[in-house]
Structure formats: C-alpha cells, structure tokens
C-alpha cells in the first residue's frame, strides 16, 4: 500500500519568513495530493490540492510543487503569520473509487513574533 | 450550506460498552470516510462507504469495529466492547460523486475509553 513520509516534524520560522514542508510517497498510481491544516482539537481543512497532471499550483501566500518521477511533494507558505501555527498533514491518494487518503504524520509550525 | 457534521463531539465509554459515532456528509455528497486518529499522530484510514455500500474496509479492524451508511440517515461507525486503546479522535469526511477526490471533514468525535 501506499507511505508518506513528511518532513520536518517541527518547523519554527519568524513572522514573515517563508516554510517548507516537504512529503514523499511510494505509490506510482497515486495522482492527487491534498495538504490539510488542523489546529488544535480542530478539524483538518483543506488548504491547497493538486493533481499529477499539473507541477506547481499557488494560492496566495501557499504554494505547492510536485515531482512525480521523484515522487516528491512540498508546501510553501510565504510572508508568515502567526495565525498559520498549526498543525500541517500531507496526503496521497488514487483517486477515483480508491479515493482513500494516506497521510503523512504532520508537521507542526510554529510562527514566532 | 451546512459542511460535514458528526456527533456526539465528545463520548465516554467504559470498557465493555458500545460506541456509536454518527456522520452526516455535505449536502449534495455521497461518499463518506472513516479516519482515526491518535493523540499527536496523523490520519488512519478505516472505511470508506457510499450510500448501502461499502466499498473499501481496508483500514478498519476485523473485530468490534463496523460501518455502515444507510439509505436514509446518517453514516454509522460502530464499536463494540470498547477498549482502552480505542480512545481517539474520529474523523469522517464526505467528497462529491465519483470523479471528484475532495474530502471535507466533519469536527471529530473524540471518544475517551475509562
């Protein structure tokens, strides 16, 4: 089955300074690639998705790129706020009626003043 | 429109007793995921259902633990003779018809086991 593996653990950046969370996955047959945002004992909302067919998609101050060869995917969020403290999941699916997420294990971000 | 809803938001059990989590997808959505997750670790797959069908129970164990998401009504997640190592939060998530991949999430239900 598929793994995804996410990295760091734990981010902290300044305000303003950008993040990196990067994810790698195992399956070639994955094609859809969601981050999620969840604050503490919150639910996990979607923030940015994309699909193999596209490299890069941005949406304001968040940016997501993707390598399918390398099977390699990462977050970027640029200009930080302290409100983007939380925890952040990568995830991986098929797509289709094997549309189950496999998630990576998060990496929590701290934006300090 | 009302997003994905689930209750009871917080539960307690006694080892031994039943566990009943309800889900009600988006208006409009007809697939509907099961995730478990750990205090301070990520999602977990269980089960993923479609209306009076369950298309995929890969990730759910193969004892006291059953789904089912019925013509009317919400989606179920039942777990019987509840043990301690069930406490944990409980996501599910609904996502338009076929063709569409995104899944919105419903609060949880967080279910503490004494």
């Known amino acids: 089955g598929e793994n995804v593996e996410q990295h760091p653990s734990t981010l902290s950046v300044q305000e303003g300074d950008s993040a990196v969370i990067k994810c790698t996955y195992s399956?070639?047959?994955?094609?859809?690639f969601p981050w999620y945002k969840q604050e503490l004992g919150k639910r996990p909302q979607l923030i940015i998705d994309?699909?193999?067919?596209?490299g890069e998609k941005k949406d304001q101050r968040i940016a997501v790129t993707l390598n399918k060869t390398a099977k390699h995917f990462s977050l970027h969020i640029t200009e930080t706020q302290p409100e983007d403290s939380a925890v952040y999941f990568c995830a991986a699916s098929r797509g289709g009626t094997a549309s189950k997420l496999t998630f990576g294990t998060g990496t929590r971000l701290q934006v300090t003043l | 429109n009302a997003g994905v809803m689930q209750n009871p938001r917080h539960l307690v059990r006694r080892r031994g007793q039943e566990a009943r989590l309800r889900c009600s997808p988006m208006?409009?959505?007809?697939?509907v995921y099961w995730y478990r997750q750990l205090p301070e670790e990520g999602l977990k797959f269980m089960v993923y259902l479609q209306k009076e069908n369950i298309i995929d129970e890969s990730g759910m164990p193969k004892e006291r633990f059953s789904a089912e998401f019925p013509k009317e009504g919400p989606s179920i997640l039942r777990i019987q003779q509840v043990v301690r190592g069930d406490s944990a939060a409980y996501f599910c998530a609904s996502s338009p018809p076929a063709g569409v991949e995104t899944q919105y999430f419903g609060p949880g239900t967080r279910l503490l086991v004494l």
């Open positions: 208006k409009g959505h007809s697939h």
């Open positions: 399956d070639s047959a994955s094609n859809y």
């Open positions: 994309i699909r193999s067919n596209v």
